[in-house]
């Protein structure tokens, strides 16, 4: 999901790991959340496991390939994450949706030319949504939604799949280069127990986010979490509660 202006993106609300009870490998047992919570979450896209999903956003512009070489890694990790593509260019690559998701990986709705949804009319929004990746998950561009929005969504068979952990890693806070590998990485890191456990991260296939990922599950796992476990293909829809473990 590219992010707009700052003032939205603070408006707005992404590896999947659970904690282990083995304590091998340098690895710690992970602290628990104080609750989980309940009914659909949107922010943890129906995950009521205690594993946290990695989630990519957009398209890899410059290398379309990157998608399926990501999705590979992380299939030969045994671990299942989550791409919302762009329809715009998946409709272009057909492909790499129907590799993605032998690979073991859910490939969602992220609109169809990635607009910010809430300025656009009843049927301009009906229409982004409708020529989207079919799925049943739907990631609105910048994370930004409203009850509108919602009520489009669900009328098309879809639910809100936002995030907890956003790496911000569309941003330049040195200046012209985007946000490092090392600090990706470091955002994960240090996000609180709640948004890992059980959460979703945000990360974008046009950055330095699949640089960085190697290096989450690296923390993540000595810190007792586990990623989504990845069980095989799957179909265009997601299970409800998604299926992680």
Same mark, same amino acid.
């Given at each position: 999901?590219?992010?707009?202006?700052?003032?939205?993106?603070?408006?707005?609300?992404?590896?999947?790991?659970?904690? &282990?009870?083995? +304590?091998?490998?340098?690895?710690?047992? =992970?602290?628990?959340?104080? *609750?989980?919570?309940? #009914?659909? %979450?949107?922010?943890?896209?129906?995950?009521?496991?205690?594993? &946290?999903?990695? +989630?990519?956003?957009?398209?890899?512009? =410059?290398?379309?390939?990157? *998608?399926?070489?990501? #999705?590979? %890694?992380?299939?030969?990790?045994?671990?299942?994450?989550?791409?919302?593509?762009?329809?715009?260019?998946?409709?272009?690559?057909?492909?790499?949706?129907?590799?993605?998701?032998?690979?073991?990986?859910?490939?969602?709705?992220?609109?169809?030319?990635?607009?910010?949804?809430?300025v656009l009319s009843d049927d301009e929004v009906d229409m982004e949504i409708r020529n989207g990746v079919r799925s049943n998950l739907l990631r609105p561009p910048y994370g930004a939604f409203g009850q509108r929005e919602e009520s489009a969504a669900a009328a098309l068979g879809y639910r809100i799949c936002t995030w907890t952990v956003d790496t911000l890693d569309w941003e330049k806070?040195?200046?012209?280069?985007?946000?490092?590998?090392?600090?990706?990485?470091?955002?994960?890191?240090?996000?609180?127990?709640?948004?890992?456990?059980?959460?979703?991260?945000?990360?974008?296939?046009?950055?330095?986010?699949?640089?960085?990922?190697?290096?989450?599950?690296?923390?993540?796992?000595?810190?007792?979490?586990?990623?989504?476990?990845?069980?095989?293909?799957?179909?265009?829809?997601?299970?409800?509660?998604?299926?992680?473990?």
């Amino acid at each position: 999901m590219r992010r707009p202006m700052a003032a939205i993106a603070a408006g707005v609300m992404a590896l999947a790991l659970v904690p &282990t009870t083995a +304590t091998g490998a340098g690895a710690a047992p =992970a602290p628990t959340p104080s *609750a989980a919570p309940a #009914g659909y %979450d949107a922010t943890r896209c129906g995950n009521t496991s205690s594993r &946290t999903l990695l +989630t990519f956003d957009d398209w890899p512009y =410059a290398d379309p390939d990157r *998608a399926t070489r990501i #999705g590979a %890694d992380l299939h030969a990790r045994k671990i299942r994450a989550a791409f919302f593509l762009i329809g715009e260019y998946a409709g272009r690559r057909p492909d790499i949706v129907t590799t993605l998701r032998e690979q073991g990986h859910w490939v969602a709705n992220h609109s169809f030319s990635h607009p910010h949804l809430p300025v656009l009319s009843d049927d301009e929004v009906d229409m982004e949504i409708r020529n989207g990746v079919r799925s049943n998950l739907l990631r609105p561009p910048y994370g930004a939604f409203g009850q509108r929005e919602e009520s489009a969504a669900a009328a098309l068979g879809y639910r809100i799949c936002t995030w907890t952990v956003d790496t911000l890693d569309w941003e330049k806070p040195d200046g012209d280069a985007f946000r490092s590998v090392a600090s990706i990485r470091s955002i994960v890191r240090n996000a609180p127990v709640e948004d890992k456990y059980g959460g979703v991260v945000l990360g974008h296939l046009d950055y330095n986010f699949p640089d960085a990922v190697p290096g989450i599950i690296e923390d993540l796992e000595k810190d007792g979490y586990q990623l989504c476990a990845n069980n095989g293909p799957v179909a265009a829809d997601a299970p409800l509660p998604l299926d992680c473990g």
